[in-house]
């Protein structure tokens, strides 16, 4: 990667540390209470390299495929820093065995099926002693109730939890959402809504919960100050031209 592209990222890597401070400041919280997962969807090995020398260590893909290729390529050079890679995409059940294993977390249970496939095919390799625990998961929430929008209903993941919970395979973890884009009323509505919804889930399941996932390149300060501890963000940290607002 050239060398101009490199020092604006790791430019850009500070100010996006700057804006999540100040905002988790004014949620009373610190840095260490959030985490940043640099989404690599839409670039390839040369920029996550160079954003592995800027100091990001977690990223996010949304295709098995290209996190196998990913994975593969990294695992040729040496040297490198651990880099880890969290599935924030859509997951198909033909796909899970190619994830199970290779990611820390999986943001997108966004179905019973899914959450049941994932778990059984996870059980089965803690069984044969090839997965050393249940898969990490979160459950995600279609808050804004946009009809484009994947993921359980509130009122759904009510009543799907007590099963859910029971699946010996998966560790549920937390709740994700993806909020309206270009409204920042709209989307504090839904980061705030996510997060009640966490309390009340994790007062009636006995469950932490503690992860929220929300928040992305247009957005991250706002869901930080609604109690986010997870963003997910691809065009601010590798778009140099991504305007910061
Ligand atoms: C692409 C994607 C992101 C990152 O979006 P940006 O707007 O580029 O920050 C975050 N979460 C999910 C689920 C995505 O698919």
């Known amino acids: 990667m050239d060398e101009r592209y490199a020092q604006r990222i790791a430019e850009r890597r500070c100010e996006i540390v700057d ?3 100040e905002a988790l400041a004014a949620s009373g919280r610190t840095l260490d209470q959030a985490r940043l997962v640099a989404v690599s969807k ?11 020398d800027a100091g990001y260590r977690t990223f996010g893909e949304n295709r098995p495929q290209e996190l196998g290729r990913k994975l593969g390529a990294l695992s040729f050079i040496e040297g490198l820093p651990d880099a880890r ?17 290779r990611v820390d977390l999986i943001h997108s249970i966004g179905s019973r099926h899914l959450a049941e496939a994932v778990s059984s095919r996870a059980a089965r390799r803690i069984d044969a002693g090839e997965l050393a625990a249940p898969q990490p998961v979160l459950i995600e929430v279609n808050v804004s109730g946009e009809e484009t929008k994947g993921g359980f209903s509130p009122e759904e993941i009510r009543r799907a939890l007590p099963e859910l919970q029971d699946l010996c395979g998966i560790r549920i973890e937390g709740l994700m959402t993806m909020a309206p884009r270009g409204n920042k009323d709209a989307a504090r509505a839904c980061f705030a809504g996510l997060r009640e919804l966490r309390d009340e889930l994790a007062k009636a399941s006995g469950l932490p919960l503690a992860e929220l996932s929300c928040g992305m390149s247009e957005d991250f300060e706002v869901a930080l100050m609604e109690g986010s501890t997870c963003v997910r963000l691809g065009r601010v940290v590798f778009d140099p031209a991504f305007a910061v607002l």
């Open 85 to 101: 890679f969290e599935m924030i995409g859509n997951l198909q059940t033909n796909k899970i065995n190619a994830v199970l294993g």
């Open 19 to 21: 804006r999540m401070t």
């Open 42 to 52: 839409t670039v390839g090995v040369p920029e996550v390299l160079t954003a592995l």
